[in-house]
């Protein structure tokens, strides 16, 4: 299973943390994470999949990826700035929101497009997006939902 | 200039008349009409542009373009689904959003990130964006917008 | 019926007016004339089409559009990089490569892959790829290719 | 390090093998595979990969990724049909061309454009490709190339 953190490039010192339990939770439970491969939410989630010994996977806007946060097992570089942030869900089996700013909001539009499951933490606030308040339970979500949906 | 109108595959009577007098804005202006070229809301924009003797142009998901509406010059088949959604914003010098669902709230992000100056009718409400309540007035908006770049 | 021309940023005198007379044909014929929107063959093809009334599409590499030719009534700009060259071919019904280099190469692999029917005119030798000497004909070889279609 | 092997869905025993040791090559070094993710070529790779212990990654076309090969630690996919395969391009710092078909064409194309280093085995004859008979010397080839390139 592939599961997509998405959020911003800046974070404050708790939705950093979020991310990085977020991450810790996912690689834990032996899917792969997915993100924007960014700095702020990104990189949290990165780290935290790394600490629980995770794979992590970053789908960069750049040619060069020097964007790229310290903590990606895959780098690649797609060199279609925004236009990236459509791949990140279509690589996703289900999304973690957490924060963000518009890339943000794209991707969680883009998820109900498609549609892919998607939870949000103290994220925007868009029709028929459930929102949670910790890491513990956005993943408690997600698992139940790709549960549900094997079955 | 290049103008889109972006909205859903549905729409009320209202809007749908509110979506062609844009349409109808943009072609007089001798502004080329860019969309994504499907039913709804797009069609009405097209339809009312057409009347004008505007240039109208369908930036369409599917490969074989069946779900094109009636009125456009232009038909350009991508293949790419929703992914199509990210051109309409790049092609786009500015951006009238009317109504919508998911598919609009995407492009809205879009014209955030990308950045483009952009407008809304009765569309999500999303921080930063700026609504108002006529085809009159989103067009006078962003024709101001449009001549403050120039100079 | 979209027909695209794809050809080099240069061009020699003689390609150029191969391209300039195979944009009159595509536009005598009424059909849409699509292109990566670029100098050389691009805008020869463009221009010939413009002498003979029709309407021609640029699709652009860009964010901003300053490598488009003058002969354009549609500019879109794309911010793709050369990754736009697939846009070209999923647009068009039908493909005349004159000459060309690697990004008329790639244009060409795709014509084969989605497919589209495609003819060259001193163009990339491969396997399978009609080429002929003159616009006219591979004007005329696209239009029987066409004609067979609709039936 | 990515490192890109490209070629067609199917394959003979020869070219199975060819591609396998360059799977195998490629995760010695301590490079990420990466390729379209289907079977034929890019299976063999893969499974060349993982014999050696390396990471594999695949792009796939797909929304479902059904084609995927059983050998991919990463499964990405698209939704985007041929349009991915600018994505491999992109996401390599080096590719390797095997045999294959129009695909593969399109990939080469895409990587002279871009520009990223690539050697063929018994692939298209691409003016500027250069080809070699064996895994060991695309290897060998392709290591000194992103050698010089560090310096």
Chains 1, 2, 3, 4 share one sequence.
């Not at 490039?9 to 994470?33: C, D, F, N, P």
């Not at 939870?119 to 028929?128: E, P």
Request: include cysteine.
């Amino acid at each position: 299973m592939n599961v997509a953190v998405i959020g911003g490039h800046a974070s404050s010192k708790k939705m950093y943390s979020m991310a990085q339990e977020t991450g810790r939770l996912i690689a834990r439970e032996g899917w792969v994470l997915i993100c924007g491969g960014g700095p702020g939410i990104m990189e949290a989630a990165c780290r935290g999949a790394k600490e629980a010994g995770g794979l992590t996977v970053g789908i960069l806007p750049s040619f060069d990826g020097k964007e790229a946060n310290d903590f990606l097992d895959v780098r690649l570089t797609t060199g279609l700035g925004y236009a990236r942030n459509i791949l990140v869900v279509r690589a996703a089996d289900a999304i973690i929101a957490i924060a963000g700013e518009y890339g943000t909001l794209s991707e969680i539009a883009f998820a109900f497009n498609d549609p892919k499951p998607i939870v949000g933490i103290h994220t925007w606030k868009v029709r028929g997006l459930k929102q949670v308040n910790s890491a513990k339970e956005a993943f408690s979500y997600i698992k139940a939902v790709l549960k549900r949906r094997k079955k």
